[in-house]
Structure formats: C-alpha cells, structure tokens
C-alpha cells in the first residue's frame, strides 16, 4: 500500500477507535499531503533508547495501534528464541506521561494473546526498578513505556533484553523486521485486558520490588550515616517516577535534612511546572532552587523515568551551580575510587566504562588508579554489553559505568543507567565532603589539578520532521565525505569514523575501533581537542560533543567558544 492506502484503511476501518478514525480522515484531504507524510510515511525505527515519538495518528507516530505493532514483534521474537532459554515472561512499566498505563495494557494484551506471561506494574515505576525487577524474575524481556526527558507531546516504548539491558543487534532488527512484516494492524492477536488478569496471564507487580531493589541499591552504599545526617538535600521527580523510590531510600541511608518540591512529586504527564521535564537542563532546577533554604547544600533531580541524575550545588560563596552530567559522573567516580581505595576493596581487575562522547577524564582516572578502561558507543545499552562480556570474559569485575548524558550505574542490580542509585551516591559524596570542609566544586577543581583541567561541552542543531531527517543526513555527509582540514585555527589530527569503521591520520588509513557501525564522526585537532557528532536516536537534533584539555580553564573556555563558533553552520 502507498501512504493513501494507509491513511484510508486507518479512517475507515472501524476496527481503529472513532478518535484515530477521524484524525486520519482529516490527513486524507489534499492540503495535508505534507502532514500525512510526516505521520504516515515511514514506520518508526528503534533508536538508541528503543521507539520515541510524538503522540498522534499513524505509522511515524506513537499510538496504540504502533505499540501493538512493536509488541507483536516482540512476541515473535521471544516465542522464536522461547527454546533457546530458560528465562520465560514479560516485565512491564511505564511512567506519568500521558497514555503510559493505556499503553502498557495494549502490550500485555498482545503478549497475552501469545501465551507470554506478563507481570505488569500496578504504579509507576523507574526505568531501573522494571530492570531490576526483569532480573529478578529471571524474564525473557522487559517493556517500558517513556519518553525520559522528552516534552509532554512525547511517548517511547523501550525494549530490553533477559540480561536486563536494553536491545542491540540482532533483536533490535528482528524485532523492526517482524514488525515490518505484518500486513494488517486488524490481525494482530489480542486479549481483553481485565479477561488476561482473570486468568492469570497478567500479574500486578506491588512492593516487593521495591523492597528487593532497595536492598540491593543500599548495597551499594559508601558513605556514613552520621555524615549524612548534616546534609542538607532538596529533591525533585520533575512529576516523574523518582519520587516513588529516591526519597525513602535517602531516609535509609540517614538523610534527615530531606526537602521535596511538593508540586513536582505530582505525577503529571504535562509536566506543568516546568518547560522542560529534563534535568540536563538549568531551568528544570527552578523551583527546586526556589524550596530550598540557606540550610540546603545539593539539589537532586530525575528525569520522569529516574535514569538520569541531575545535580545543582552550592559553591564556597553559597551560590548555586549546575553541572554537567561529566562533572557529576566525574565526582561520583572519584568517590567510588576513593572509598573502594580506603576500605581496600578496589577490584585488582576492575573496570569502568565510559562512552565514545563522554569525558576523557573518565578513562585518565581509571587507567591511573590501576583500572581498565572501555569506551563504547552511545547509548547505555552498550555500556550493559560490555560490563557482562568484561567479566565474563576476563574473570574482572564491573565498577562503573557513564554516559555525559546524564547517566550513571555501578554494580549489576540494573542493565542499564539508574538515576536512582546515583541520586544516594551523589548526596553520599557530598556528605563527605562535607565533614571535610569540602564542596563538590572545591573537589572538582582537586580533581583536576590531579589529572588536568578538562571542559566538555554539548551543542546541538534541531531540524524537525521528515526533512529535517533528511537535512541531519546531509550534515553527517558532508562531514564525512569533505571533513574540515582545520577548526579554529587548529588542524585536524585524525578523524575516526565509527560507521565505516576506518581512522585517518593525514594520508593514512587503519583500521577503526571495531565497534557497531554508528554514524558517528570524531575529529582530534592538533591542540588534543576533540569534537564528535551523531545524531540523536531520540530527538531531531544533530548533536556536538566538544572535549577539551589544558592546564586553563579560561584559555580552555575562550577556545570551546571559537571552535563552536567555526565548527556549528546555520
């Protein structure tokens, strides 16, 4: 069928709701050919974090139709590999946007029409609980409905896999060719929501897995509960699923000085106090700066899926700051060393993974306190991969693991980044500093009298729709086919691009770093500086990675601003 077939079977087929009946009527007429390509031109891809979209009608969108579409491929995709493991079921969660429980319904029905157990959760729950919670129930696979951080507007669906991590190839291709197999959305077997729970093939998930990953977080904990008592802490869900879990676990750990921003522990799908409900961003911190008192020393904050750990400080004039997530990832690696270092339990084989975008610095600390390093690509799902090939293969033990965006994990209660965990850890950290007279500003700077001043910034372009796919694309071309010879006065060292996996240096060429074909292009200019760009498997944005290292952190600011200036075209 061309898209007009499409957007005519989905007006007028009544099994599609009145709703969606009417809204693919409206694309019919021939003033919206624009609009129906953009939501009925393509089908939508599995990204870095799985399935992210707008909300609406059609096949580029997401809706409940598309999530029946990804679930049937996931279902023959589980019931093809069914005998190859032990493992048997579906965990699901979702989050406090719009549709996200509607939505996990739609998938438990098609699993259930499989014969696939599905153990769903009766609230809201972290990305890191529901993967967890996937590990302790030795499950086949895990369903989250989210968008993380993205706008209201947005929806995702993510997929994970038996070892608790996000999809990678091939299951994340099979899953996208099954899908694209299926002929008829009508066809795709289903059964009634309330009917599955009567007979057992859907189960609720209440506290025990709570209880279990609580557990298993505290393990992880290196500070000091007398510490802890003094630390003043403000904390914020941004209307998300953190606040389910990160507020009782910091009152275990002894935090007594605890404020939440009352108005933002509301799960809220419009996340109406807030532009943005994304803690990489300053202006999410807004009315959490606003709760806390003179008292209150660090603000914590999720995004709505409580992966990502956002932090503001204050500094030795009692003035806020924001970090970035390599400085927040930097000090939690510090204190992770540190602390392993003091009690004498830092792994002889140990290892900390970063990704191809994130800090240097990362990979400096770890080879110069005596553990490996492992750069992969972007996405925490890679992360995952290598932690379990690490130890499985070298008999070593994983530490920690980070990506700039925000994303941090140490131990194997989780595959992937928990903003949960990294929440106690931070305000562990920065209890300790506390004893000592410390900020995590004036350790931050230690830090980098230690290894060398480093400045990692991001930048990014946003081109919207179909075209603006097509324009990304023109971008990555361009820069791959005719790369700069210089950036600001400095000349280009070496390029390694990661689709072709190739490296050049001047006239020569080698080999690259053997990892996944990404479209992903890193340039080193002669200054040791380093810019990196991909596109985004989330957003419709190109984004920069700006890596750079000196003994100044003022020369290193007066250059990021040239080489962005030279490097980013309108």
Same mark, same amino acid.
């Given at each position: 069928?061309?898209?007009?077939?499409?957007?005519?079977?989905?007006?007028?087929?009544?099994?599609?709701?009145?709703?969606?009946?009417?809204?693919?009527?409206?694309?019919?007429?021939?003033?919206?050919?624009?609009?129906?390509?953009?939501?009925?031109?393509?089908?939508?891809?599995?990204?870095?974090?799985?399935?992210? /979209?707008?909300?609406?009608?059609?096949?580029?969108?997401?809706?409940?139709?598309?999530?029946?579409?990804?679930?049937?491929?996931?279902?023959?995709?589980?019931?093809?590999?069914?005998?190859?493991?032990?493992? %048997?079921?579906?965990?699901?969660?979702?989050?406090?946007?719009?549709?996200?429980? $509607? +939505?996990?319904?739609?998938?438990?029905?098609?699993?259930?029409?499989?014969?696939?157990?599905?153990?769903? +959760?009766?609230?809201?729950?972290?990305?890191?609980?529901?993967?967890?919670?996937?590990?302790?129930?030795?499950?086949?696979?895990?369903?989250?409905?989210?968008?993380?951080?993205?706008?209201?507007?947005?929806?995702?669906?993510?997929?994970?896999?038996?070892?608790?991590?996000?999809?990678?190839?091939? $299951?994340?291709?099979?899953?996208?060719?099954?899908?694209?197999?299926?002929?008829?959305?009508?066809?795709?077997?289903?059964?009634?929501?309330?009917?599955?729970?009567?007979?057992?093939?859907?189960?609720?998930?209440?506290?025990?897995?709570?209880?279990?990953?609580?557990?298993?977080?505290?393990?992880? %904990?290196? /500070?000091?509960?007398?510490?802890?008592?003094?630390?003043?802490?403000?904390?914020?869900?941004?209307?998300?699923?953190?606040?389910?879990?990160?507020?009782?676990?910091?009152?275990?750990?002894?935090?007594?000085?605890?404020?939440?921003?009352?108005?933002?522990?509301?799960?809220?799908?419009?996340?109406?106090?807030?532009?943005?409900?994304?803690?990489?961003?300053?202006?999410?911190?807004?009315?959490?700066?606003?709760?806390? %008192?003179?008292?209150?020393?660090?603000?914590?904050?999720?995004?709505?899926?409580?992966?990502?750990?956002?932090?503001?400080?204050?500094?030795?004039?009692?003035?806020?700051?924001?970090?970035?997530?390599?400085?927040?990832?930097?000090?939690?690696?510090?204190?992770?060393?540190?602390?392993?270092?003091?009690?004498?339990?830092?792994?002889?084989?140990?290892?900390?993974?970063?990704?191809?975008?994130?800090?240097?610095?990362?990979?400096?600390?770890?080879?110069?306190?005596?553990?490996?390093?492992?750069?992969?690509?972007?996405?925490?799902?890679?992360?995952?991969?290598?932690?379990?090939?690490?130890?499985?293969?070298?008999?070593?033990?994983?530490?920690?693991?980070?990506?700039?965006?925000?994303?941090?994990?140490?131990?194997?209660?989780?595959?992937?980044?928990?903003?949960?965990?990294?929440?106690?850890?931070?305000?562990?950290?920065?209890?300790?500093?506390?004893?000592?007279?410390?900020?995590?500003?004036?350790?931050?700077?230690?830090?980098?009298?230690?290894?060398?001043?480093?400045?990692?910034?991001?930048?990014?372009?946003?081109?919207?729709?179909?075209?603006?796919?097509?324009?990304?694309?023109?971008?990555?071309?361009?820069?791959?086919?005719?790369?700069?010879?210089?950036?600001?006065?400095?000349?280009?060292?070496?390029?390694?691009? @990661?689709?072709?996996?190739?490296?050049?240096? /001047?006239?020569?060429?080698?080999? /690259?770093?053997?990892?996944?074909?990404?479209?992903?292009?890193?340039?080193?200019?002669?200054?040791?500086?380093?810019?990196?760009?991909?596109? %985004?498997?989330?957003?419709?944005?190109?984004? @920069?990675?700006?890596?750079?290292?000196?003994?100044?952190?003022?020369?290193?600011?007066?250059?990021?601003?040239?080489?962005?200036?030279?490097?980013?075209?309108?």
């Amino acid at each position: 069928m061309d898209n007009l077939e499409t957007v005519k079977l989905w007006a007028e087929n009544p099994y599609f709701d009145t709703e969606t009946r009417s809204a693919a009527k409206k694309l019919l007429s021939d003033d919206k050919q624009n609009e129906r390509e953009e939501c009925f031109g393509s089908l939508l891809e599995f990204g870095t974090g799985g399935l992210r /979209g707008i909300m609406g009608v059609g096949t580029n969108r997401i809706n409940r139709y598309t999530i029946q579409m990804a679930t049937e491929g996931v279902a023959r995709i589980i019931n093809k590999k069914g005998k190859e493991s032990d493992a %048997s079921g579906v965990v699901i969660g979702y989050d406090s946007r719009h549709r996200s429980f $509607e +939505f996990a319904k739609v998938s438990s029905q098609v699993l259930a029409a499989h014969g696939i157990p599905v153990f769903l +959760f009766r609230e809201i729950a972290p990305t890191p609980l529901v993967s967890c919670e996937l590990l302790r129930r030795k499950a086949i696979a895990g369903i989250i409905i989210t968008a993380s951080h993205n706008p209201p507007e947005y929806n995702g669906y993510k997929v994970y896999w038996e070892n608790g991590g996000l999809i990678v190839p091939p $299951e994340d291709t099979q899953i996208i060719e099954e899908v694209r197999s299926i002929k008829r959305i009508d066809e795709i077997p289903t059964v009634p929501f309330e009917k599955a729970l009567q007979e057992g093939k859907v189960e609720w998930i209440d506290n025990q897995a709570d209880e279990y990953f609580l557990e298993n977080v505290r393990k992880l %904990s290196l /500070g000091d509960r007398e510490n802890n008592k003094k630390l003043g802490v403000v904390f914020t869900p941004l209307h998300g699923t953190g606040g389910r879990l990160v507020p009782e676990l910091l009152r275990q750990q002894g935090f007594e000085k605890v404020k939440v921003v009352a108005e933002q522990m509301l799960p809220d799908g419009d996340f109406s106090t807030v532009t943005s409900p994304n803690p990489e961003e300053k202006k999410s911190f807004a009315m959490a700066q606003a709760t806390a %008192s003179e008292d209150d020393e660090l603000i914590l904050a999720n995004d709505p899926d409580a992966d990502r750990l956002g932090v503001m400080v204050r500094d030795a004039e009692k003035n806020w700051q924001w970090l970035s997530g390599n400085q927040i990832g930097v000090l939690i690696l510090d204190f992770v060393i540190s602390a392993l270092k003091l009690q004498k339990r830092l792994p002889q084989k140990g290892v900390i993974i970063s990704t191809v975008v994130t800090s240097p610095l990362v990979s400096k600390m770890a080879k110069e306190n005596g553990l490996n390093a492992i750069e992969v690509l972007t996405g925490f799902k890679w992360i995952r991969q290598a932690a379990l090939r690490f130890e499985k293969e070298q008999g070593g033990k994983f530490v920690f693991g980070m990506e700039e965006s925000h994303g941090f994990l140490m131990g194997n209660h989780s595959g992937d980044k928990d903003g949960v965990w990294a929440s106690m850890a931070f305000a562990e950290m920065a209890a300790a500093l506390k004893e000592n007279k410390l900020t995590p500003i004036d350790r931050l700077n230690q830090i980098y009298q230690q290894y060398g001043v480093h400045l990692d910034a991001l930048g990014t372009q946003t081109f919207k729709g179909t075209k603006g796919m097509a324009k990304i694309q023109q971008i990555m071309r361009e820069l791959r086919n005719s790369p700069p010879e210089s950036v600001a006065g400095q000349a280009v060292v070496k390029i390694t691009d @990661y689709l072709e996996n190739k490296i050049i240096c /001047g006239n020569e060429t080698r080999q /690259g770093p053997g990892l996944p074909q990404s479209n992903v292009i890193a340039l080193e200019l002669a200054d040791n500086s380093r810019i990196t760009a991909r596109p %985004s498997g989330t957003e419709p944005k190109i984004k @920069y990675y700006f890596n750079l290292q000196g003994k100044d952190s003022e020369m290193l600011n007066r250059r990021l601003a040239s080489i962005q200036a030279d490097f980013i075209k309108d």
